[in-house]
C-alpha cells in the first residue's frame, strides 16, 4: 500500500515487549494524540496485532484525526523483519516467527504501514528529533532488558545484509565473561544488561558489603532493581556506587570500539539505566578515554538520549517522513 501523500499527519508506533504506545503527529512531528495499552506479547501474534491496532485507533481519536488524514505508519518492533514486513525474529514474544506485521496492520488500518527494528527506530529517531539533529553519522545503544545498536552513516540508517547490523549487545568486551543469551560469553550485553546489574549488586551485598541498598531490598535479591541502585548511588551508597562503575566501565569499552570502528560524530545512549546520572557516565567516559583512539575520540560527542522513552514513536515518524523524501 502506497504512502497517502496528501496526508497532514503521520502515526509513530513503539511495539515493546511489555507496552506498545502510539502517537499522532504532523509533519514537524508535534504531537497531537497518544495512547497505551499492553502489548500481550505472550498471546502471540493476533492479539498483538488488535493490540497494536486499537492503540492506533485511540490516538487518532485521542487527536481528532480521521484515517484519510493520516499520511502512513511507522513501527519500531524488536528483533528483524524482512523486506516483505514479516517477523523472522524477535525476542520476548512467543509463535511471532512468519507474522506479516506490514500486512496484517496495513489491511486492519487500511494505510501504509512501515516497519524498522526498535533500536534503528530509536536511532533515526534521535537524529531527526532529538539529540543527533545536524550530525552525519551516529551510534545509538539502548540500556535495558538487553542492550540493542542502531547505526547512522552519512545520514543513512545501515542495516546490514539482512537487516542484522549494529548488534553493538554482543560485541564481545570481556572474553570469558558472564554467559549471554547468544551462547557467547562476555559480550557488552552479557556484562551490563539489567540482569546482571542486579547480579553485581546481590553479590557484593550477599559478600556482606554494608549499604542502604541491602537494607532497602531486605537483604532479598529479587527486590533490588537498577532503579533502586541508581537511587542508593545518588546519596553515595558505596555498594551502589561500585555496582555503576563497573557496568559503566563496560559499556564505556563497547562505546569505544563503536568508535574505533566507525568513527562516528556522535554516540547516544538511551534506555532507563543511562539516566543513572554521574554515577555510570563518569567511569562510562572513563571507559571511552582509555579505550578509543584520541584522534576518533576527541571528535566524538558520547551523551544521553534526548527523547528517552519517547525515541522509538518519534522515530517511527520518521521512517514515513524519510520513504515521503525519498517518494
Ligand atoms: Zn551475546
Not at 503521520?10 to 511489555?18: A, H, K
Not at 506498545?20 to 493476533?46: I, M, Q
Amino acid at each position: 500500500m502506497k504512502l497517502n501523500q496528501s496526508g497532514k499527519y503521520i502515526i509513530g508506533v513503539d511495539i515493546g515487549g511489555t507496552n506498545v504506545r502510539a502517537a499522532v503527529t504532523d509533519r514537524a512531528g508535534k504531537a497531537f494524540g497518544e495512547s497505551r495499552n499492553k502489548t500481550l506479547a505472550d498471546d502471540g501474534p493476533k492479539a498483538v496485532l488488535a493490540q497494536i491496532v486499537k492503540t492506533v485507533q485511540e490516538a487518532m481519536a485521542s487527536g481528532e484525526v480521521t484515517a484519510e488524514q493520516i499520511t502512513g505508519v511507522g513501527c519500531g518492533m524488536p528483533g528483524r523483519t524482512n523486506r516483505e514486513g514479516v517477523v523472522t525474529w524477535s525476542p520476548n514474544f512467543v509463535d511471532i516467527e512468519g507474522f506479516e506485521l506490514v500486512g496484517g496492520l496495513s489491511k486492519a488500518l487500511n494505510m501504509a504501514v512501515l516497519v524498522e527494528n526498535d533500536v534503528n527506530t530509536a536511532a533515526v529517531g534521535e537524529f531527526r528529533f532529538g539529540a543527533g539533529q545536524g550530525v552525519d553519522s551516529l551510534v545509538m545503544l539502548t540500556l535495558g532488558t538487553g542492550i540493542g545498536g542502531g547505526i547512522i552513516l552519512n545520514r543513512q540508517l545501515w542495516r546490514g545484509a539482512n537487516a542484522g547490523a549494529a548488534e553493538i549487545g554482543h560485541m564481545v568486551v570481556n572474553p570469558g565473561g558472564r554467559k549471554c543469551e547468544c551462547g557467547n560469553h562476555g559480550c557488552l550485553e552479557a556484562m551490563a544488561q539489567r540482569d546482571a546489574i542486579v547480579e553485581r549488586a546481590a553479590r557484593k551485598m550477599q559478600a556482606g558489603m554494608p549499604s542502604s541498598l541491602a537494607e532497602e531490598a531486605d537483604y532479598q535479591v529479587d527486590k533490588i532493581t537498577p532503579e533502586i541502585i541508581s537511587r542508593h548511588a545518588a546519596s553515595g551508597d558505596e555498594l551502589c556506587l561500585e555496582t555503576l562503575a563497573e557496568t559503566g566501565h563496560w559499556v564505556g569499552i563497547g562505546i569505544a570500539n563503536c568508535i574505533n570502528l566507525l568513527n562516528p560524530d556522535m554516540v547516544i545512549v538511551g534506555g532507563g539505566i543511562a539516566q543513572a546520572g554521574p554515577p555510570l557516565w563518569e567511569p562510562l567516559k572513563r571507559g571511552v578515554r582509555a579505550y578509543a583512539i584520541q584522534e576518533s575520540r576527541v571528535v566524538c560527542q558520547v551523551v544521553e538520549s534526548k527523547l528517552g522513552d519517547d525515541a522509538g514513536i518519534m522515530g517511527g515518524v520518521v521512517l514515513v517522513l524519510q520513504a515521503l523524501e525519498r517518494a
